[in-house]
């Protein structure tokens, strides 16, 4: 027997895995290192509380659980309290290199003036197993009790090929296109086209350039604008309102509230962008205003140099040179911006995350007793699911 020291191609279970870690290491300890040093600066005090452990779960079906109809790959829960969590449902696939194909009305059609090669991702594909139509069942049992349906989501890594995925000094997770089933299935039947027959379909997409994508067998382009911004912005917004809340309530319980200064809340605000612009590799000093609060953090970082760098490896992983600095880039900008403004317009005070974090690509998991969503009747009996924790 030959010893096997690699798998012949990047294959699904290689790109869950990765992802998912990149998601739950960020969910379980973000921020934590930069904010420290901060605290020990600017007070007598430490709050030992933003300490504590809310471990992100990640459950996931077995193969045969999956054909019986799980249809999802993992389930992430969040903790956003001591006592609630957040929950959505992921469907991972491997995709394919392509250089064009002959498809008629493909967007990646050889001979057409745009640039033909892309990713080609198969779902629907398990023989014996309508995995599509599961996931339809899914969304549509959410729905019915009142649970957002786009919680049901497709993930579909850009990252084609093992070498290129070696390479890859980035966040895999930033070079993966999410989608929403309710979405994928509005723009289906907008073009008459039923992806629950059974059949494969695929879904293809431009490697630097996520507006260019297109499913099939039935060929229809996706109009609806790419939604990973919005994904990662809600699941990462509840984790860092959670550890914000945390900060402010230790403040609050050590019972020192009046010396709590202007100056120490936008620290630490200023430290939460901080980590977010080395984490998403992004200029933090093209965000916000420099002034005495936040030369600190502008002034002994090189984010140049960072940006350099993801550009330097983004070009040898996808062989597009960076012309327009911040092109495929714009959504991560976008995102920090948004978190950015939703924490200044709720300095000094603590967020209500039930209220005010969105709800559209996650739903509040209803107490502790119900963590795990058994879906009997309709998916031939209940779903039992393995468990990790990172």
């Not at 997409?205 to 790419?226: H, I, N």
């Not at 990662?232 to 914000?244: N, Q, S, T």
């Not at 200064?261 to 612009?277: P, V």
């Not at 933090?284 to 760098?309: C, G, H, M, T």
Request: hydrophobic content about 35%; glycine content about 4%; overall charge neutral.
């Amino acid at each position: 027997m030959a010893v096997k020291l690699e798998p012949g191609s990047l294959n699904e279970s290689t790109l869950e895995v990765n992802i998912i870690s990149e998601i739950a290491s960020f969910l379980k300890t973000p921020f934590y290192p930069w904010i420290l040093p901060h605290f020990l600066l600017d007070l007598h005090f430490f709050p030992h509380s933003t300490f504590q452990q809310r471990k992100t779960k990640l459950i996931r079906l077995t193969p045969i659980e999956e054909n019986k109809g799980g249809g999802w790959d993992t389930k992430i829960v969040i903790p956003m309290s001591p006592t609630k969590q957040r929950a959505t449902f992921i469907q991972f696939k491997a995709g394919q290199h392509k250089k064009g194909n002959k498809i008629p009305n493909s967007i990646f059609r050889n001979g057409t003036s745009a640039s033909t090669e892309h990713a080609q991702f198969q779902f629907n594909g398990n023989r014996g197993n309508n995995q599509h139509k599961t996931l339809k069942q899914l969304a549509k049992h959410l729905n019915e009790r009142r649970i957002p349906s786009k919680a049901v989501l497709y993930a579909f890594p850009r990252v084609t090929q093992l070498d290129k995925f070696y390479k890859l000094e980035d966040e895999l997770l930033f070079h993966t296109s999410f989608l929403t089933l309710s979405n994928i299935e509005k723009e289906a039947k907008k073009n008459n086209s039923d992806l629950s027959d059974g059949k494969a379909h695929y879904f293809r997409t431009c490697y630097t350039d996520v507006r260019r994508r297109e499913v099939s067998s039935d060929v229809f382009q996706l109009d609806f604008p790419d939604e990973t911004e919005d994904i990662l912005y809600e699941i990462f917004l509840v984790k860092i309102a959670d550890l914000r809340n945390r900060i402010y309530q230790s403040l609050i319980s050590d019972d020192i509230q009046e010396t709590i200064s202007e100056s120490i809340l936008r620290n630490i605000d200023y430290s939460i962008y901080f980590q977010l612009a080395v984490y998403f590799k992004i200029d933090l000093a093209q965000l916000i205003e420099r002034n005495s609060y936040s030369s600190l953090y502008l002034d002994f970082f090189d984010f140049n140099f960072l940006v350099k760098e993801r550009n330097k490896n983004y070009s040898e992983v996808f062989g597009v040179q960076i012309i327009d600095n911040n092109s495929p880039f714009e959504w991560r900008e976008s995102l920090v911006k948004k978190i950015i403004k939703f924490l200044r317009e709720r300095r000094g005070r603590t967020i209500k995350i039930d209220e005010e974090v969105p709800s559209e690509y996650s739903f509040t998991l209803p107490s502790q007793e119900n963590m795990v969503l058994t879906l009997e009747g309709r998916f031939n009996g209940p779903i039992e699911a393995g468990l990790l924790i990172f």
